[in-house]
Protein backbone atom coordinates (compact mmCIF):
# COMPACT_ATOMS: atom_id res chain seq x y z
CA UNK A 1 0.00 0.00 0.00
CA UNK A 2 1.17 3.52 -1.03
CA UNK A 3 0.32 6.94 0.14
CA UNK A 4 0.94 10.52 -1.60
CA UNK A 5 2.64 12.69 0.05
CA UNK A 6 1.89 16.43 -0.47
CA UNK A 7 3.39 19.83 0.76
CA UNK A 8 1.04 22.82 -0.47
CA UNK A 9 1.75 26.25 -1.53
CA UNK A 10 3.79 25.89 -4.46
CA UNK A 11 2.33 27.71 -7.91
CA UNK A 12 3.09 25.24 -10.37
CA UNK A 13 4.71 26.42 -13.59
CA UNK A 14 6.12 24.66 -17.15
CA UNK A 15 5.03 22.39 -19.49
CA UNK A 16 3.41 19.30 -19.33
CA UNK A 17 2.25 16.16 -21.84
CA UNK A 18 -0.81 14.40 -21.93
CA UNK A 19 -1.30 10.53 -22.13
CA UNK A 20 -3.59 9.01 -23.87
CA UNK A 21 -7.38 9.02 -23.26
CA UNK A 22 -7.77 6.40 -20.62
CA UNK A 23 -11.56 6.03 -21.81
CA UNK A 24 -10.76 5.71 -25.71
CA UNK A 25 -7.82 2.94 -24.94
CA UNK A 26 -10.32 0.77 -22.70
CA UNK A 27 -12.06 0.36 -25.19
CA UNK A 28 -9.88 0.34 -28.03
CA UNK A 29 -7.95 -2.68 -26.63
CA UNK A 30 -10.94 -4.77 -26.48
CA UNK A 31 -12.01 -4.03 -29.82
CA UNK A 32 -8.58 -4.94 -31.00
CA UNK A 33 -9.49 -8.84 -30.62
CA UNK A 34 -11.85 -8.91 -33.18
CA UNK A 35 -9.32 -8.52 -35.98
CA UNK A 36 -9.42 -11.79 -37.72
CA UNK A 37 -6.64 -11.16 -39.78
CA UNK A 38 -3.09 -9.44 -39.00
CA UNK A 39 -2.31 -7.42 -35.94
CA UNK A 40 -3.08 -4.27 -34.21
CA UNK A 41 -0.27 -1.85 -32.83
CA UNK A 42 -1.99 0.47 -31.25
CA UNK A 43 0.41 3.74 -29.94
CA UNK A 44 -0.15 6.55 -26.98
CA UNK A 45 -1.30 3.92 -24.75
CA UNK A 46 -1.50 5.51 -21.13
CA UNK A 47 0.73 3.45 -18.55
CA UNK A 48 -2.59 3.28 -16.37
CA UNK A 49 -3.53 0.16 -13.83
CA UNK A 50 -6.72 -0.18 -16.20
CA UNK A 51 -4.78 -1.07 -19.49
CA UNK A 52 -3.13 -3.54 -17.12
CA UNK A 53 -6.06 -5.23 -16.37
CA UNK A 54 -7.13 -5.07 -20.28
CA UNK A 55 -3.86 -6.72 -21.36
CA UNK A 56 -3.99 -9.71 -18.66
CA UNK A 57 -7.73 -10.16 -19.31
CA UNK A 58 -7.11 -10.38 -23.73
CA UNK A 59 -4.23 -12.78 -22.50
CA UNK A 60 -6.17 -15.28 -21.12
CA UNK A 61 -8.35 -14.79 -24.42
CA UNK A 62 -5.95 -16.35 -26.04
CA UNK A 63 -4.58 -12.98 -27.78
CA UNK A 64 -0.37 -12.64 -27.82
CA UNK A 65 0.23 -8.91 -26.97
CA UNK A 66 3.72 -7.05 -26.52
CA UNK A 67 4.10 -3.74 -24.44
CA UNK A 68 6.99 -1.38 -25.59
CA UNK A 69 6.25 1.63 -23.63
CA UNK A 70 3.15 3.64 -24.94
CA UNK A 71 2.88 1.16 -27.84
CA UNK A 72 0.65 -2.10 -27.55
CA UNK A 73 0.88 -4.94 -30.34
CA UNK A 74 -2.18 -7.66 -30.31
CA UNK A 75 -2.26 -10.64 -32.22
CA UNK A 76 -6.18 -11.93 -31.95
CA UNK A 77 -6.15 -14.28 -34.76
CA UNK A 78 -6.02 -17.48 -32.02
CA UNK A 79 -8.31 -16.58 -29.69
CA UNK A 80 -9.14 -19.78 -28.09
CA UNK A 81 -11.24 -18.62 -25.05
CA UNK A 82 -14.87 -16.72 -24.85
CA UNK A 83 -15.04 -16.95 -21.30
CA UNK A 84 -13.40 -13.46 -19.45
CA UNK A 85 -14.29 -14.42 -15.94
CA UNK A 86 -11.26 -13.17 -14.12
CA UNK A 87 -11.09 -11.03 -10.54
CA UNK A 88 -9.37 -8.00 -13.44
CA UNK A 89 -12.53 -8.56 -15.24
CA UNK A 90 -14.66 -7.70 -12.04
CA UNK A 91 -12.06 -5.22 -11.06
CA UNK A 92 -12.96 -2.72 -13.69
CA UNK A 93 -15.69 -1.00 -15.54
CA UNK A 94 -14.61 -1.06 -19.21
CA UNK A 95 -14.00 -5.17 -19.13
CA UNK A 96 -17.82 -5.29 -20.52
CA UNK A 97 -16.33 -3.66 -23.83
CA UNK A 98 -15.48 -7.84 -24.32
CA UNK A 99 -19.31 -8.89 -24.24
CA UNK A 100 -19.44 -6.58 -27.58
CA UNK A 101 -16.47 -7.40 -29.08
CA UNK A 102 -16.44 -11.01 -28.51
CA UNK A 103 -20.49 -11.28 -29.87
CA UNK A 104 -19.48 -9.14 -32.65
CA UNK A 105 -16.77 -11.38 -33.78
CA UNK A 106 -17.69 -14.95 -32.40
CA UNK A 107 -21.49 -14.36 -31.90
CA UNK A 108 -20.84 -16.00 -28.33
CA UNK A 109 -19.48 -14.72 -25.13
CA UNK A 110 -19.52 -15.36 -21.43
CA UNK A 111 -18.37 -11.95 -19.56
CA UNK A 112 -18.33 -11.09 -15.65
CA UNK A 113 -20.46 -8.55 -14.63
CA UNK A 114 -18.09 -5.14 -14.26
CA UNK A 115 -16.92 -3.09 -11.50
CA UNK A 116 -15.58 0.33 -11.45
CA UNK A 117 -15.13 3.31 -9.29
CA UNK A 118 -18.48 3.47 -6.65
CA UNK A 119 -20.17 6.34 -8.23
CA UNK A 120 -23.41 5.23 -8.35
CA UNK A 121 -25.50 2.49 -9.73
CA UNK A 122 -24.30 1.68 -12.90
CA UNK A 123 -27.05 -1.32 -15.12
CA UNK A 124 -26.08 -2.30 -18.23
CA UNK A 125 -29.68 -2.22 -19.78
CA UNK A 126 -28.88 0.08 -22.32
CA UNK A 127 -26.07 -2.78 -23.64
CA UNK A 128 -27.99 -5.51 -23.28
CA UNK A 129 -30.90 -3.77 -25.33
CA UNK A 130 -28.72 -3.16 -28.24
CA UNK A 131 -27.52 -6.53 -28.07
CA UNK A 132 -30.68 -8.35 -28.23
CA UNK A 133 -31.67 -5.59 -30.87
CA UNK A 134 -29.43 -7.03 -33.25
CA UNK A 135 -30.65 -10.94 -32.49
CA UNK A 136 -28.76 -12.04 -29.40
CA UNK A 137 -29.77 -13.53 -26.60
CA UNK A 138 -28.34 -12.41 -22.92
CA UNK A 139 -28.82 -14.38 -20.19
CA UNK A 140 -27.22 -12.92 -16.64
CA UNK A 141 -26.39 -16.56 -14.47
CA UNK A 142 -24.10 -16.27 -11.95
CA UNK A 143 -22.64 -12.99 -12.25
CA UNK A 144 -21.85 -13.36 -15.48
CA UNK A 145 -23.67 -11.92 -19.20
CA UNK A 146 -24.02 -14.90 -21.19
CA UNK A 147 -24.44 -13.87 -24.91
CA UNK A 148 -25.03 -16.16 -27.97
CA UNK A 149 -26.43 -15.32 -31.53
CA UNK A 150 -27.07 -17.37 -34.16
CA UNK A 151 -26.43 -14.14 -37.05
CA UNK A 152 -26.26 -10.69 -35.71
CA UNK A 153 -29.15 -8.55 -38.21
CA UNK A 154 -28.05 -4.67 -38.26
CA UNK A 155 -31.40 -2.66 -37.27
CA UNK A 156 -32.37 0.71 -35.30
CA UNK A 157 -32.15 1.02 -31.98
CA UNK A 158 -33.27 3.99 -29.85
CA UNK A 159 -31.20 4.40 -26.85
CA UNK A 160 -33.46 5.50 -23.36
CA UNK A 161 -30.34 7.36 -22.25
CA UNK A 162 -26.99 9.27 -23.63
CA UNK A 163 -24.69 6.21 -22.42
CA UNK A 164 -20.88 6.05 -23.62
CA UNK A 165 -20.73 2.36 -22.47
CA UNK A 166 -23.93 1.44 -24.17
CA UNK A 167 -23.05 3.54 -27.67
CA UNK A 168 -19.73 1.67 -28.02
CA UNK A 169 -20.35 -1.49 -27.19
CA UNK A 170 -23.28 -1.78 -29.43
CA UNK A 171 -21.66 -0.05 -32.10
CA UNK A 172 -18.76 -3.32 -31.35
CA UNK A 173 -21.07 -5.85 -32.01
CA UNK A 174 -22.77 -3.98 -34.77
CA UNK A 175 -19.39 -3.90 -36.78
CA UNK A 176 -19.69 -7.35 -37.87
CA UNK A 177 -23.49 -7.60 -38.10
CA UNK A 178 -25.38 -8.66 -40.96
CA UNK A 179 -27.30 -4.98 -43.30
CA UNK A 180 -27.12 -1.39 -41.00
CA UNK A 181 -27.36 -0.20 -37.50
CA UNK A 182 -28.47 2.86 -36.71
CA UNK A 183 -27.55 3.88 -32.97
CA UNK A 184 -29.44 6.97 -32.22
CA UNK A 185 -29.51 9.52 -28.84
CA UNK A 186 -26.01 8.19 -28.79
CA UNK A 187 -22.94 9.76 -26.56
CA UNK A 188 -21.27 12.02 -28.70
CA UNK A 189 -17.80 11.79 -26.42
CA UNK A 190 -14.36 12.34 -28.30
CA UNK A 191 -13.55 8.79 -26.97
CA UNK A 192 -16.67 7.39 -29.48
CA UNK A 193 -15.04 9.20 -32.15
CA UNK A 194 -11.89 7.10 -31.72
CA UNK A 195 -13.19 4.24 -31.36
CA UNK A 196 -14.88 4.43 -34.64
CA UNK A 197 -11.81 5.81 -36.26
CA UNK A 198 -10.08 2.90 -34.54
CA UNK A 199 -12.90 0.46 -36.14
CA UNK A 200 -13.00 1.96 -39.82
CA UNK A 201 -8.65 1.66 -39.51
CA UNK A 202 -9.60 -2.07 -39.35
CA UNK A 203 -11.87 -2.32 -41.93
CA UNK A 204 -15.61 -1.25 -40.38
CA UNK A 205 -17.91 0.92 -41.64
CA UNK A 206 -18.87 3.29 -39.08
CA UNK A 207 -20.24 6.87 -39.92
CA UNK A 208 -21.50 9.83 -37.66
CA UNK A 209 -19.43 9.05 -34.55
CA UNK A 210 -19.36 12.72 -32.74
CA UNK A 211 -23.00 12.87 -33.48
CA UNK A 212 -26.36 11.58 -31.90
CA UNK A 213 -27.05 9.20 -34.86
CA UNK A 214 -24.46 6.67 -35.82
CA UNK A 215 -24.90 4.30 -38.69
CA UNK A 216 -22.99 1.18 -39.38
CA UNK A 217 -23.03 -0.87 -42.31
CA UNK A 218 -21.96 -4.30 -41.35
CA UNK A 219 -18.27 -6.10 -42.50
CA UNK A 220 -17.53 -9.34 -43.14
CA UNK A 221 -14.43 -9.30 -40.83
CA UNK A 222 -11.65 -6.61 -39.25
CA UNK A 223 -8.25 -6.84 -39.96
CA UNK A 224 -4.77 -5.43 -37.95
CA UNK A 225 -4.38 -1.87 -38.19
CA UNK A 226 -2.02 0.76 -36.64
CA UNK A 227 -3.09 3.19 -34.86
CA UNK A 228 -2.68 6.28 -32.25
CA UNK A 229 -4.89 6.95 -29.27
CA UNK A 230 -6.54 10.68 -28.99
CA UNK A 231 -5.08 12.73 -25.80
CA UNK A 232 -6.91 12.16 -22.67
CA UNK A 233 -9.60 15.40 -22.31
CA UNK A 234 -9.57 14.50 -18.86
CA UNK A 235 -5.96 14.55 -17.12
CA UNK A 236 -6.06 17.75 -19.14
CA UNK A 237 -8.77 19.46 -17.54
CA UNK A 238 -7.09 18.15 -14.36
CA UNK A 239 -3.65 19.79 -14.89
CA UNK A 240 -5.75 23.10 -16.11
CA UNK A 241 -7.27 22.86 -12.80
CA UNK A 242 -4.02 22.42 -11.13
CA UNK A 243 -2.51 25.43 -12.85
CA UNK A 244 -5.45 27.86 -11.74
CA UNK A 245 -5.87 26.44 -8.41
CA UNK A 246 -2.16 27.21 -7.91
CA UNK A 247 -1.94 30.24 -9.61
CA UNK A 248 0.63 29.62 -11.54
CA UNK A 249 0.85 29.13 -15.56
CA UNK A 250 1.40 25.63 -16.95
CA UNK A 251 1.23 24.69 -20.64
CA UNK A 252 -0.94 21.60 -21.41
CA UNK A 253 0.26 19.84 -24.50
CA UNK A 254 -0.50 16.99 -27.00
CA UNK A 255 -4.15 17.98 -26.18
CA UNK A 256 -7.15 18.78 -28.69
CA UNK A 257 -8.45 22.27 -27.55
CA UNK A 258 -11.45 21.51 -28.75
CA UNK A 259 -12.34 18.80 -26.44
CA UNK A 260 -11.75 21.06 -23.61
CA UNK A 261 -13.68 23.97 -24.29
CA UNK A 262 -16.34 23.15 -21.38
CA UNK A 263 -13.47 23.23 -18.81
CA UNK A 264 -11.52 26.66 -20.85
CA UNK A 265 -15.07 28.32 -20.06
CA UNK A 266 -15.31 27.71 -17.14
CA UNK A 267 -11.84 28.70 -15.89
CA UNK A 268 -11.91 31.86 -17.84
CA UNK A 269 -15.19 32.62 -16.07
CA UNK A 270 -13.66 32.08 -13.22
CA UNK A 271 -11.24 34.63 -13.90
CA UNK A 272 -8.29 32.56 -14.98
CA UNK A 273 -6.43 33.02 -18.39
CA UNK A 274 -7.12 29.87 -21.12
CA UNK A 275 -4.75 30.41 -24.45
CA UNK A 276 -5.44 27.79 -27.50
CA UNK A 277 -2.93 26.52 -28.91
CA UNK A 278 -2.50 23.99 -31.99
CA UNK A 279 -2.27 21.29 -29.99
CA UNK A 280 -1.59 22.77 -26.34
CA UNK A 281 -3.87 25.04 -24.04
CA UNK A 282 -2.02 27.01 -21.81
CA UNK A 283 -3.31 28.21 -17.91
CA UNK A 284 -2.51 31.18 -15.99
CA UNK A 285 -3.84 32.51 -13.29
CA UNK A 286 -3.09 34.66 -10.25
CA UNK A 287 -5.26 31.83 -7.79
CA UNK A 288 -7.66 34.70 -6.92
CA UNK A 289 -10.73 33.60 -8.90
CA UNK A 290 -14.35 33.99 -8.36
CA UNK A 291 -16.93 31.42 -8.12
CA UNK A 292 -19.16 29.95 -10.90
CA UNK A 293 -22.06 27.29 -11.48
CA UNK A 294 -21.44 23.50 -12.59
CA UNK A 295 -23.79 21.18 -14.56
CA UNK A 296 -22.07 18.40 -15.66
CA UNK A 297 -23.81 16.49 -18.84
CA UNK A 298 -22.64 14.30 -21.53
CA UNK A 299 -20.01 15.98 -24.41
CA UNK A 300 -20.24 18.47 -25.30
CA UNK A 301 -20.99 19.71 -21.71
CA UNK A 302 -18.96 20.15 -18.89
CA UNK A 303 -17.66 16.21 -17.78
CA UNK A 304 -18.50 14.47 -14.68
CA UNK A 305 -15.12 13.25 -15.23
CA UNK A 306 -13.69 16.51 -14.47
CA UNK A 307 -16.78 18.22 -11.47
CA UNK A 308 -14.33 16.17 -9.05
CA UNK A 309 -11.19 18.36 -9.57
CA UNK A 310 -13.33 20.98 -10.04
CA UNK A 311 -15.62 21.30 -6.82
CA UNK A 312 -11.84 21.34 -4.78
CA UNK A 313 -10.68 24.60 -7.08
CA UNK A 314 -14.31 26.04 -6.21
CA UNK A 315 -13.39 25.32 -2.48
CA UNK A 316 -10.66 28.13 -3.05
CA UNK A 317 -12.89 30.39 -5.19
CA UNK A 318 -14.54 33.82 -3.79
CA UNK A 319 -18.34 33.30 -3.19
CA UNK A 320 -20.65 30.44 -3.46
CA UNK A 321 -20.90 27.65 -6.24
CA UNK A 322 -23.49 25.49 -7.13
CA UNK A 323 -22.50 22.15 -8.84
CA UNK A 324 -25.09 19.76 -10.20
CA UNK A 325 -23.99 16.33 -10.88
CA UNK A 326 -26.56 15.15 -13.27
CA UNK A 327 -24.96 11.47 -14.32
CA UNK A 328 -23.69 9.94 -11.18
CA UNK A 329 -25.50 10.05 -7.62
CA UNK A 330 -22.68 9.60 -5.41
CA UNK A 331 -20.38 11.43 -6.88
CA UNK A 332 -19.47 14.22 -4.28
CA UNK A 333 -17.71 10.83 -2.17
CA UNK A 334 -14.40 13.42 -2.17
CA UNK A 335 -16.50 15.75 -0.34
CA UNK A 336 -16.38 14.38 3.04
CA UNK A 337 -12.53 14.40 2.25
CA UNK A 338 -12.59 17.88 1.39
CA UNK A 339 -14.24 18.53 4.60
CA UNK A 340 -11.56 17.62 6.77
CA UNK A 341 -9.41 20.10 4.67
CA UNK A 342 -11.34 22.95 5.97
CA UNK A 343 -13.81 23.30 3.02
CA UNK A 344 -17.58 24.95 3.47
CA UNK A 345 -19.51 22.35 1.39
CA UNK A 346 -22.65 20.99 2.30
CA UNK A 347 -23.72 18.20 -0.08
CA UNK A 348 -27.97 17.89 -0.79
CA UNK A 349 -28.83 15.08 -3.12
CA UNK A 350 -27.09 15.28 -6.60
CA UNK A 351 -26.00 19.19 -5.86
CA UNK A 352 -22.94 20.50 -3.39
CA UNK A 353 -23.47 23.55 -2.64
CA UNK A 354 -19.64 25.49 -2.11
CA UNK A 355 -18.61 28.27 -0.02
CA UNK A 356 -14.80 29.37 -1.03
CA UNK A 357 -12.89 29.22 2.18
CA UNK A 358 -10.10 31.45 3.17
CA UNK A 359 -7.78 28.13 2.96
CA UNK A 360 -7.44 24.67 3.28
CA UNK A 361 -5.22 22.56 5.71
CA UNK A 362 -3.48 20.09 4.68
CA UNK A 363 -5.17 16.55 6.16
CA UNK A 364 -4.97 12.82 6.11
CA UNK A 365 -7.19 12.06 3.18
CA UNK A 366 -8.33 9.28 0.92
CA UNK A 367 -8.91 8.94 -2.74
CA UNK A 368 -12.66 7.29 -2.77
CA UNK A 369 -12.81 7.10 -6.34
CA UNK A 370 -10.15 7.67 -9.24
CA UNK A 371 -11.64 10.90 -10.05
CA UNK A 372 -12.18 12.12 -6.26
CA UNK A 373 -8.29 10.98 -6.12
CA UNK A 374 -7.13 13.69 -8.02
CA UNK A 375 -9.53 16.13 -6.69
CA UNK A 376 -7.10 15.63 -3.25
CA UNK A 377 -4.40 16.26 -4.77
CA UNK A 378 -5.32 19.26 -6.04
CA UNK A 379 -6.63 20.40 -2.79
CA UNK A 380 -3.35 19.36 -0.97
CA UNK A 381 -1.19 21.30 -3.49
CA UNK A 382 -3.28 24.62 -2.75
CA UNK A 383 -3.68 23.67 1.32
CA UNK A 384 -1.17 25.08 3.64
CA UNK A 385 1.49 22.07 5.49
CA UNK A 386 1.14 18.47 4.75
CA UNK A 387 -1.56 16.22 2.93
CA UNK A 388 -1.12 12.44 2.92
CA UNK A 389 -3.67 10.46 0.27
CA UNK A 390 -4.69 7.41 0.84
CA UNK A 391 -5.62 5.01 -1.68
CA UNK A 392 -3.78 5.08 -4.15
CA UNK A 393 -4.97 2.24 -6.31
CA UNK A 394 -7.75 4.17 -7.64
CA UNK A 395 -5.85 6.82 -8.72
CA UNK A 396 -3.33 4.85 -10.29
CA UNK A 397 -5.83 3.00 -12.14
CA UNK A 398 -6.82 5.84 -14.40
CA UNK A 399 -3.66 8.40 -14.04
CA UNK A 400 0.10 7.85 -15.39
CA UNK A 401 2.46 8.58 -13.19
CA UNK A 402 0.70 11.45 -11.49
CA UNK A 403 3.02 11.90 -9.16
CA UNK A 404 6.00 12.73 -11.50
CA UNK A 405 4.17 14.66 -14.15
CA UNK A 406 3.35 17.38 -10.89
CA UNK A 407 6.75 17.15 -9.53
CA UNK A 408 7.59 18.65 -13.04
CA UNK A 409 5.68 21.81 -12.60
CA UNK A 410 7.43 21.79 -9.45
CA UNK A 411 4.58 20.22 -7.08
CA UNK A 412 5.81 18.81 -3.83
CA UNK A 413 4.86 15.61 -3.93
CA UNK A 414 6.04 11.90 -3.67
CA UNK A 415 4.84 8.87 -2.85
CA UNK A 416 5.52 6.59 -0.29
CA UNK A 417 4.63 3.46 1.41
CA UNK A 418 1.62 3.37 3.94
CA UNK A 419 2.93 1.43 6.57
CA UNK A 420 6.26 3.95 6.79
N1 LIG B 1 -26.87 4.17 -17.84
C1 LIG B 1 -28.04 3.44 -17.80
N2 LIG B 1 -28.06 2.25 -18.47
C2 LIG B 1 -26.99 1.76 -19.15
C3 LIG B 1 -25.81 2.51 -19.18
C4 LIG B 1 -25.78 3.72 -18.51
O1 LIG B 1 -29.02 3.85 -17.19
O2 LIG B 1 -27.10 0.68 -19.73
C5 LIG B 1 -26.81 5.48 -17.15
C6 LIG B 1 -25.79 5.50 -16.01
O3 LIG B 1 -26.34 5.02 -14.81
C7 LIG B 1 -25.40 6.95 -15.96
C8 LIG B 1 -25.53 7.42 -17.42
O4 LIG B 1 -26.34 6.45 -18.07
O5 LIG B 1 -26.31 7.67 -15.19
C9 LIG B 1 -24.22 7.54 -18.17
O6 LIG B 1 -23.49 6.32 -18.07
P1 LIG B 1 -22.45 5.84 -19.19
O7 LIG B 1 -22.91 4.55 -19.71
O8 LIG B 1 -22.24 6.97 -20.14
O9 LIG B 1 -21.16 5.63 -18.32
P2 LIG B 1 -20.09 4.46 -18.47
O10 LIG B 1 -19.96 4.08 -19.89
O11 LIG B 1 -20.32 3.41 -17.47
C10 LIG B 1 -18.10 6.06 -18.97
C11 LIG B 1 -16.75 6.33 -18.37
C12 LIG B 1 -16.93 7.07 -17.05
C13 LIG B 1 -17.70 8.38 -17.30
C14 LIG B 1 -19.02 8.08 -18.02
C15 LIG B 1 -19.77 9.34 -18.42
C16 LIG B 1 -15.47 4.44 -19.13
C17 LIG B 1 -14.80 3.17 -18.81
N3 LIG B 1 -16.08 5.05 -18.12
O12 LIG B 1 -18.79 5.26 -18.03
O13 LIG B 1 -15.62 7.40 -16.62
O14 LIG B 1 -17.98 9.01 -16.08
O15 LIG B 1 -18.77 7.31 -19.21
O16 LIG B 1 -18.99 10.13 -19.24
O17 LIG B 1 -15.44 4.92 -20.26
C18 LIG B 1 -13.91 7.92 -15.12
O18 LIG B 1 -13.12 7.89 -16.08
O19 LIG B 1 -13.60 8.36 -13.98
C19 LIG B 1 -15.27 7.41 -15.31
C20 LIG B 1 -16.06 7.08 -14.30
Not at 137 to 140: L, P, Q
Not at 142 to 150: M, P, Q, R, T
Not at 276 to 281: G, H, I, K, L, R
Not at 314 to 322: D, P, V
Given at each position: MEKLIVYGGNRLFGDIDISGAKNAAVAIIP???MASDGTCIIDNIPDIEDVHCLERIIESLGCKIKVNTNSLTIDSSNIT??????????????????????????KEARVELPGGCPIGVRPIDQHIKGFEALGA????E?????????RLIG???????????????????????????????????PHIVDVANFLNSMGANVKGAGTDIIRITGVEKLCGCNYSVIPDQIEAGTFMIA????GGEVTIKNVIPKHLESISAKLIEMGAEVI??????TVKSTGKLKSVNIKTAPYPGFPTDVQQPMS???????????????IWESRFKHVDELKKMGANVKVEGRTAIIDGAEKLTGAIVKATDLRAGAAMVIAGLIAEGKTEIHSLDHIDRGYPNIEVKFQRLGAKIHRESAEE
Open positions: AALNLDACTEDVRRMRASYYFIGALLGRFTVKIHGAVNVKADTNIFFDVVSVGATINVMLAATLAEGVTTLENAAREAAATEQDDSVTLLCAAEGRSIVNES
